[in-house]
């Protein structure tokens, strides 16, 4: 599969395109296939999904004006990739959430912050960091795997993607209110999960946030 | 002319959106004035921001070689 044979006078040629973009991918490889882990949370999906992603990008690199917006561009088609692929699945979804919406008000109001700071232990220190501080890295991907896809997607595009809500309004055709709304429920069902996870793990009191204790 | 200063309430109302960078610089400001001298609300916004980090951290996962090399085929 070749791109275009050949670019404007002062740009770089086709060559030097393609293997920046090699080196770029194969740089970003891991974070490629952790996002669509986490949009996808199947390993064999989030396989496809980044090589159909890869294969798009490399069809359409003549497209690209300027390659140092390659890694941004290369993580919206591979989110567009994801969103094509599952489209049909995200219908669905998007009716579990209005489902959700009438029956877990609490949980999406779920502060970890407000269950665990201790003002009066300032002086011993803050049991919030460590309480974070002692999650492993498989218990944060669980919370967020956990989450249904319409508020898996926001959490992933503005917390590990880093893009503004305008941006994932426009990608995911959604109204900016409904973008907003999806993140903040969002985070506090991520937060609740921590918390349920803390307190399986012992890393909390079972009454209340008192005591952090070390893993068991 | 100087803006009144928010109280602790309007700071956790749009802490979200000060950490998202989604404020008008002059909002920006006015937490950030607020996290200096509160430090409630400052260990509350730590908290968060690590907590973000952690988060953050999740999109990133070995990729296996199976995919490395349909890539390397994809673009070769």
């Known amino acids: ?216 | 002319m100087s803006t009144p200063e928010l109280s602790c309430e309007e700071v956790i109302e749009r802490l979200f959106e000060y950490l998202d960078r989604e404020l008008d610089t002059v909002s920006q400001h006015e937490i950030d004035r607020h996290l200096e001298r509160c430090y409630d609300c400052f260990s509350r916004a730590e908290f968060e921001r690590r907590l973000r980090e952690r988060i953050a951290a999740t999109g990133s996962q070995q990729a296996p070689e199976r995919l490395k090399k349909r890539i390397r085929e994809l673009t070769g």
């Not at chain 1, 393609?18 to 770029?24: L, M």
């Not at chain 1, 669509?36 to 989030?46: G, S, V």
């Not at chain 1, 692929?85 to 979804?93: H, I, M, T, V, Y």
């Not at chain 1, 803050?126 to 989450?147: C, K, S, T």
Request: charged share 30%.
């Open chain 1, 1 to 216: 599969m070749t791109p275009v044979e050949s670019k404007q006078p002062g740009q770089v040629s086709t060559a030097d395109a393609q293997r920046v973009f090699r080196e770029h991918v194969e740089r970003l490889m891991d974070r490629l296939y952790g996002t669509a882990l986490r949009l996808t949370r199947n390993p064999d999906e989030a396989e496809d999904v980044v090589a159909e992603a890869v294969a798009g990008a490399w069809q359409r690199l003549d497209q690209l004006k300027d390659l140092s917006h390659l890694d941004g561009w290369l993580f919206r088609i591979l989110h567009n990739t994801f969103i094509s692929l599952r489209r049909r699945r995200w219908c669905r979804e998007d009716r579990e959430v209005s489902f959700e919406q009438e029956i877990e008000d609490d949980d999406t109001r779920f502060s970890l912050f407000e269950h665990l700071h201790q003002p009066f232990l300032l002086w011993v220190g803050r049991p919030e960091n460590d309480f974070i501080n002692r999650f492993l890295e498989e218990d944060l991907r669980n919370a967020v795997d956990q989450l249904p896809g319409p508020f898996r997607i926001v959490v992933v595009m503005v917390e590990i993607q880093g893009y503004t809500y305008e941006e994932v309004a426009g990608i995911l055709d959604l109204p900016l209110g409904t973008v907003r709304s999806r993140l903040s429920r969002a985070r506090g069902l991520l937060q609740k999960s921590l918390w349920q996870q803390g307190r399986d793990a012992g890393l909390i009191g079972t009454s209340t946030g008192f005591t952090v204790g070390e893993r068991r």
